[in-house]
């Protein structure tokens, strides 16, 4: 559990982070600071990496790359207190695909988890009725980008779980995010041809993709240990109790409006329980 621990408290600074860094910004240029500051942090490790494992992290670094742009995007359209949950619906995903690919059974357990999560959805956006709620799901694009990310990260959840049984962790973890970097910055370069925006971003923000570089990699980095010791289906749903920090900490750097979506995560983090254990 000493892995996993880590990855909840990471990952509940790392949302924060991300959203001050979409402040002002276009989501490729952020995403690219957020990844680029993430891969930076690894390069103490880059005696792990070798040609190997750049030719496998090419699969599961394209799947995230559209992944965590979305994610990106989600956070520079919406609230962290919507986010965060929103994040972890991939574990209702996880059932489908492990499902499809790893023959796991879709149990009644299973099912009632599911639904208890999708009830947990409706108070992220409350309405005076449930229909009305998930409606104003459906008209945040914010919202609507986190859903569609959750749904590649459970794939790409899955995909390491095949890949990280034959290589070193940590040259993994680096080629992920070498290949994630090289991603964002040739699709920001395009349209201004130059790097005074990335430098530019990079100057006003330092302290913050200094922060959330080293959150993002390593929460990533805990989860990949923590396959050793437990199942992805297991492992990703437990790092959901993540999202509760969060969206604490959205009211405290941000002041969001958190009394209903506090009750929402909780149903969130009870539906992976029910789903898992």
Same mark, same amino acid.
């Given at each position: ?100 690919? !790893?023959?796991? %059974?879709?149990?009644?357990?299973? $099912?009632?988890? @599911?639904? #208890? *999560?999708?009830? &947990? ?16 799901? !459906?008209?945040? %694009?914010?919202?609507?980008?986190? $859903?569609?990310? @959750?749904? #590649? *990260?459970?794939? &790409? ?16 973890? !680096? ?34 993709? !200094? ?67």
């Amino acid at each position: 559990m000493m892995w996993i621990t880590i990855r909840i408290i990471l990952l509940g600074f790392e949302r924060i982070f991300g959203k001050i860094l979409t402040k002002n910004s276009s989501p490729i240029i952020s995403a690219w600071g957020f990844f680029g500051f993430s891969t930076l942090m690894f390069l103490p490790f880059l005696n792990y990496l070798n040609f190997d494992i750049i030719k496998v992290s090419l699969i599961s670094g394209t799947i995230y790359s559209f992944s965590f742009f979305l994610y990106m995007y989600a956070l520079s359209n919406e609230d962290v207190s919507v986010i965060a949950p929103l994040y972890n619906i991939n574990a209702i995903f996880l059932i489908f695909i492990s499902f499809l690919f !790893l023959s796991e %059974k879709i149990t009644i357990q299973k $099912i009632a988890g @599911s639904i #208890l *999560m999708i009830y &947990g959805v409706s108070y992220l956006k409350k309405e005076k009725s449930i229909s009305s709620s998930y409606k104003n799901i !459906l008209k945040s %694009k914010g919202a609507v980008a986190m $859903i569609i990310s @959750s749904l #590649l *990260m459970a794939i &790409g959840r899955v995909v390491d779980g095949f890949l990280t049984t034959s290589f070193n962790k940590l040259g993994y973890s !680096l080629g992920v995010y070498l290949i994630i970097t090289i991603y964002f910055f040739t699709v920001s370069l395009l349209p201004h041809k130059n790097v005074k925006v990335h430098i530019d971003y990079t100057r006003k923000n330092i302290i913050y993709l !200094l922060l959330g570089g080293f959150c993002n990699a390593y929460a990533y980095f805990a989860l990949l240990m923590a396959f050793k010791y437990m199942d992805v289906s297991i492992a990703e749903p437990v790092s959901m109790i993540s999202a509760l920090v969060s969206v604490v900490f959205s009211y405290i750097f941000f002041k969001e409006k958190i009394k209903v979506r506090i009750f929402g995560t909780i149903l969130l983090i009870s539906g992976a329980f029910v789903i898992y254990l």
